[in-house]
């Protein structure tokens, strides 16, 4: 039997294992909205299916909706009437990040950060700041941050759109 004779069944074997597949891979989406604060919820924008969230703080938890950040660019753009944030900082990051915004507070919770299959976890270090820039952030950070809470209430101050681009520092 020639091969080429046996090559319409192996297409069609192919197909039927791709079909009966449990699961796919997860690919990271690109996504414009808002997220809650809970676990598996994805705070990035440019992450979703990537890294979700993961042991947060009891007294954050349900926060929301607040709008998704971009993780690529290293920074936090933050909606207008912000009077303070509560944001994550990677732990890997806090002493860079003290140093280029020594006003934001470490609050002394964290969060983390996991990959949906289990296969990584990044923490993070919670900080507030009184009074945000518009943007704040540098590119040289190893990983984004994450906007967890915008004044004394849980979601947005009057609107969740950003009010600016990120720069890079």
Known sequence: MKITHLLPHSLILVALLAWLSPAQPLVAQESTGTFM???GEFPWS???????????????EGNGPLPQQNCGSRSIVVPDQ??????????????KFQTLYP????????????????????PYTIFK???????????SLLAGLILLQINDKPGKPSDTSPSAPAPSK
């Not at 912000?82 to 002493?95: A, H, M, N, P, R």
Request: hydrophobic share 40%.
């Open 37 to 39: 604060i809970k676990a």
């Open 46 to 60: 440019d992450r979703v299916n990537v890294w979700q969230l993961a042991e947060v703080p009891a007294k954050l």
């Open 82 to 95: 912000s009077q303070y944030i509560l944001f994550g900082v990677c732990t890997k990051d806090v002493e």
């Open 103 to 122: 006003e934001a507070k470490v609050t002394g919770d964290s969060i983390s950060v996991i990959h949906p299959d289990g296969t990584g976890t990044l």
């Open 129 to 139: 700041l009184a009074n945000p820039p518009a943007s704040m952030g540098d590119k």
